[in-house]
């Protein structure tokens, strides 16, 4: 089942709206790149039943490190808490969809396999993202269709995400 959710969204993000395998949004803070990150999260699994996502950072020591909570924000902006099954470590989205938060320090090649079949990655701060998370998250997240965003803070030229 397919359900629209119609949502503004900046001039400056509306190329990311478009099927792509990698989109980026960069800048300073406060350009809103997490929201509209946050807010396809929502939109996309509200929109596609059964849609599986994962937020990562490199380092995440708690859920207080992820973006959980924006998430859980724009689901309450939207209407739609009784749409969406709030727990401790995931959401629960409609049509058995998921969207769960990892940090990329935790996994190595053996349980990154679980992020297999997934539709999409955010990677939050992904310009701390490691050479060897990026090796083990592209292949992973490899569904037909499949994409991964990005949002981050310029900092250096050598940061891999750029």
């Not at 009784?82 to 090649?109: H, K, V």
Request: with cysteine; aromatic share 10%; net charge positive.
């Amino acid at each position: 089942m397919s359900t629209k959710l119609r949502i503004d969204v900046a001039p400056v993000y509306r190329p990311l709206l478009n099927p792509k395998r990698y989109k980026g949004a960069y800048g300073g803070r406060g350009s809103a790149k997490s929201h509209f990150f946050a807010e396809q999260a929502v939109a996309r699994t509200y929109g596609n039943h059964g849609m599986r996502g994962v937020c990562i950072r490199e380092v995440q020591k708690s859920l207080k490190d992820s973006s959980r909570q924006l998430i859980i924000d724009k689901i309450q902006k939207f209407g739609l808490g009784g749409q969406f099954n709030i727990l401790d470590d995931e959401i629960r989205t409609p049509g058995n969809g998921l969207i769960i938060f990892r940090g990329m320090q935790s996994y190595n090649a053996e349980t990154i396999k679980s992020l297999e079949g997934y539709d999409w990655a955010w990677v939050e701060e992904a310009q701390t993202l490691s050479e060897y998370s990026w090796a083990m998250l592209r292949p992973t997240i490899r569904k037909e269709g499949s994409e991964i965003w990005c949002s981050w803070n310029p900092r250096l030229r050598t940061d891999p995400v750029d």
